[in-house]
C-alpha cells in the first residue's frame, strides 16, 4: 500500500519569499510517480508538477520545483517568489508506474502568502 | 476554462431523493475518475474506467452507481445517500491508463449536501 504524509496542516509566508511544501511517502513498488496538485478555494484540482522515481534530474515548471531525495522518501514542493495568488490547498499524491493510475493523496497543506 | 466540467456545481438533497452527478471532458482522454473529498480527510478515489470499461471500485457502497457510456462522459448515480455522504465529488480524467506519467484533470467538483 502507498502512503502520503503532509505534516504541515498550515503555512503563513510573506509575498515574494520562497516557501518549501513537505512531503513523505511510502511505497513497496518500485516505479512510482509524485505528483504536487494546487487546489484553490473554488474547487478545482491544478496540477502542478510531476516527478518519476527513476528520474535523476529534479523535476522543474516555472515557478516550481520538487526536490525529490529517493533515499528519504521525500518529494518536496519549493515555490520561488511566492505571490497572493499562490495561496491555496496544496496535495502531494503519488501512483504506482505500472498499471492503474490510483492516485493516493496526503491531507494537503493550506498556503496563504500575506502581502 | 477547464478541460473537465461538472455539473451540478452544488447539490442540496434528502436521504430518499434519486440524482446525478455528470462530468465532460473536452480534452480526448480515455480513463476517468469519481473521488469523494471530505472535510479533514485526503481525497479518496471511488472508481476508475479506462475506455468506458471500469477497471477499479474503492469499496464503493452500492448506494453510488457510476455510468460511462463513452469516454467523454461520466456520471454518479446517487440513491438513498447517508449524512456521511456530504461532500466534494471531483472528476478527473487522464490518457489512459498504462501512461501513468500523464497527470489526470480535474473538475471543479460538485458540491452535495445531504440532509
Known amino acids: 500500500a502507498q502512503k502520503i504524509t503532509q505534516t504541515q496542516p498550515g503555512m503563513f509566508v510573506q509575498e515574494k519569499e520562497a516557501v518549501t511544501l513537505d512531503c513523505t511517502y511510502d511505497?513497496?513498488?518500485?516505479?512510482?510517480?509524485l505528483f504536487w496538485y494546487k487546489q484553490p478555494s473554488s474547487g478545482e484540482m491544478i496540477f502542478l508538477i510531476y516527478?518519476?522515481?527513476?528520474?535523476?534530474q529534479n523535476a522543474t515548471e516555472g515557478r516550481y520545483s520538487l526536490n525529490f531525495q529517493k533515499a528519504r522518501k521525500s518529494a518536496n514542493l519549493v515555490i520561488s517568489a511566492s505571490q497572493l495568488g499562490d495561496s491555496a490547498m496544496y496535495f502531494c499524491?503519488?501512483?504506482?508506474?505500472?498499471?492503474?493510475?490510483?492516485?493516493?493523496f496526503g491531507q494537503g497543506t493550506r498556503l496563504t502568502i500575506n502581502p | 476554462e477547464t478541460g473537465v466540467t461538472q455539473t451540478p456545481r452544488h447539490l442540496v438533497m434528502g436521504m430518499t431523493n434519486k440524482k446525478s452527478l455528470k462530468c465532460e471532458q473536452h480534452?480526448?482522454?480515455?480513463?476517468m475518475y469519481w473521488y469523494k473529498q471530505s472535510a479533514k480527510k485526503p481525497l479518496e478515489l471511488m472508481f476508475v474506467y479506462n475506455f468506458k470499461e471500469q477497471t477499479e471500485n474503492n469499496s464503493v457502497p452500492s448506494r453510488f452507481s457510476p455510468e460511462c457510456p463513452n469516454s467523454s462522459h461520466l456520471f454518479l448515480h446517487l440513491h438513498t445517500l447517508q449524512p456521511e455522504d456530504s461532500a466534494l465529488y471531483l472528476c478527473a480524467s487522464s490518457q489512459a491508463l498504462g501512461q501513468n506519467e500523464q497527470p489526470q484533470h480535474f473538475g471543479d467538483g460538485t458540491r452535495l449536501s445531504i440532509l
Open positions: 499524491a503519488m501512483s504506482p508506474i505500472q498499471g492503474a493510475q490510483k492516485l493516493v
Open positions: 516527478q518519476g522515481s527513476y528520474d535523476e
Open positions: 480534452l480526448g482522454h480515455n480513463a
Open positions: 511505497t513497496s513498488d518500485q516505479s512510482y510517480g
